[in-house]
Structure formats: structure tokens, C-alpha cells
């Protein structure tokens, strides 16, 4: 079976400081792999998806970046943080199937900037 | 714009009654929906999703959802609740085939409380 891992669990970070999150998945190939931010938990916001190795696209422009230097793991990465990056982040996949794919998340990473 | 509403920010119910959670959507065409649950810090999980078919979806844990195209609801049902049941639940959806579909969008969400 298909398994979704995230780490760190929690984060802090002061101001300025840069930041990587990690996504992995197992059991899957070549899947789709995304990068959410939930703020205030209520609604996602879609950061970056990513469709194969190298490739990603970005939602929303901010400071934050995304690179999938292996098929299964998917990198989320800031230079310098700023307060309004706190929030939870998420990961999630679906397979390649291309039409109303399922995602499955991860556990998420909450981060706090101060 | 294509979206989905949850009109609702909580739901109260008592165990053992019947809940629903609602969700109205406005896409043009026929709309991929999804119902996805978010218990307190941690990930969300996939419920149920109508695609094309039969308007009742059954999905996990009891859950059950009813695709009505005159009303454009997609509202979230279960017989009896559980305490258990309480948590987050985000109504999605995602565009037709093609450039973005992949994408979904979620609605702002219903903090379902069940109450002993």
C-alpha cells in the first residue's frame, strides 16, 4: 500500500531563517506530487504541484520555491521566512490518471515563524 | 469563478442522530466533487467523490453523499453519529479534464461537533 511521509512534524523558525520541508511517498511511481499551505485550519491553498522529476508549478507567487529531485520526494524550501509563512503545510499524491485523482495527504509539517 | 460553498462553519449534532454537513457548488459543466474530513492537526483524509453515475456515493466510515444537480449540492450525510465523527470537513472539487485538473479546490470547511 501507498504510504505519505512529512517531516519535521512541527517547526520553528525565527524570521529570516531559511526553511526545507520534506514530502516522500512509498509504494507508488511516478505520481503527482503537491505542496498545500492551510492557514487558521480552514481552507488549502494550493502552493506548487508537480507532475514528474524537475518539474514543478507554482500556484501563488511568494518566497517560497519546490524542487523533486527524486520521483518520490517533493522538497519545499525558502531562503529567508517571513511571519506570514506560518502555517500548516501539507503534502499530497495522486496517480497519473488525469481526470478527478484522488489525493492522499500527508501528515503535515506546522510551522511557526517568529 | 467556479467554487464550492459550505454555508455552515459548524454543525452540532447529537450522537446518534443523523448528521449532515452541507456543500453547494458552482462549476459550469459537470463538477468533479469530493468530500475530504480533517481530524485536529493532522492530515486530511479522502472520504468520497462522485464523478459521473449513480447520484448517492457511499464512502468511508459510514459516510454516504448525494450529488443533486437541480439544487447543485453535494451535501454529506451519515445515519447515526459518532463522538469520533467530530472534525473538519472540506467539500472540494476539481475541473474537467485538461490543463489544471488536477487542481482542486477546496471549500472554506464545517467544523462538525458531535455532542455525547
Known amino acids: 500500500s501507498q504510504t505519505i511521509h512529512q517531516w519535521p512534524a512541527t517547526l520553528v523558525q525565527p524570521v529570516g531563517s531559511p526553511l526545507s520541508l520534506e514530502c516522500t511517498v512509498e509504494?507508488?511511481?511516478?505520481?503527482?506530487l503537491y505542496w498545500y499551505r492551510q492557514a487558521a485550519g480552514r481552507g488549502l491553498q494550493l502552493l506548487f504541484y508537480s507532475v514528474g522529476i524537475g518539474q514543478i508549478s507554482s500556484e501563488v507567487p511568494q518566497n517560497l520555491s519546490a524542487s523533486r529531485p527524486q520521483d518520490r520526494q517533493f522538497i519545499l524550501s525558502s531562503k529567508k521566512l517571513l511571519l506570514s509563512d506560518s502555517g500548516f503545510y501539507l503534502c499530497?499524491?495522486?496517480?497519473?490518471?488525469?481526470?478527478?485523482?484522488?489525493?492522499?495527504f500527508g501528515p503535515g509539517t506546522r510551522l511557526t515563524v517568529l | 469563478a467556479q467554487s464550492v460553498a459550505q454555508p455552515e462553519d459548524q454543525v452540532n449534532v447529537a450522537e446518534g442522530n443523523p448528521l449532515t454537513v452541507k456543500c453547494t457548488y458552482s462549476?459550469?459543466?459537470?463538477?468533479?466533487l469530493f468530500w475530504y474530513v480533517q481530524y485536529p492537526n493532522r492530515g486530511l483524509q479522502f472520504l468520497l467523490k462522485?464523478?459521473?453515475?449513480?447520484?448517492l456515493v457511499k464512502g468511508s466510515y459510514g459516510f454516504e453523499a448525494e450529488f443533486n444537480k437541480s439544487q447543485t449540492s453535494f451535501h454529506l450525510k451519515k445515519p447515526s453519529a459518532l463522538v469520533s465523527d467530530s472534525a473538519l470537513y472540506f467539500c472540494v472539487f476539481s475541473p474537467l479534464a485538461g490543463a489544471g485538473s488536477y487542481q482542486l479546490t477546496f471549500g472554506k470547511g464545517t467544523k462538525l461537533s458531535v455532542i455525547p
Open positions: 499530497a499524491w495522486s496517480v497519473q490518471a488525469g481526470v478527478a485523482d484522488t489525493q492522499y
Open positions: 509504494g507508488t511511481s511516478n505520481p503527482n
Open positions: 462522485y464523478i459521473t453515475g449513480d447520484n
Open positions: 462549476v459550469s459543466g459537470n463538477p468533479y
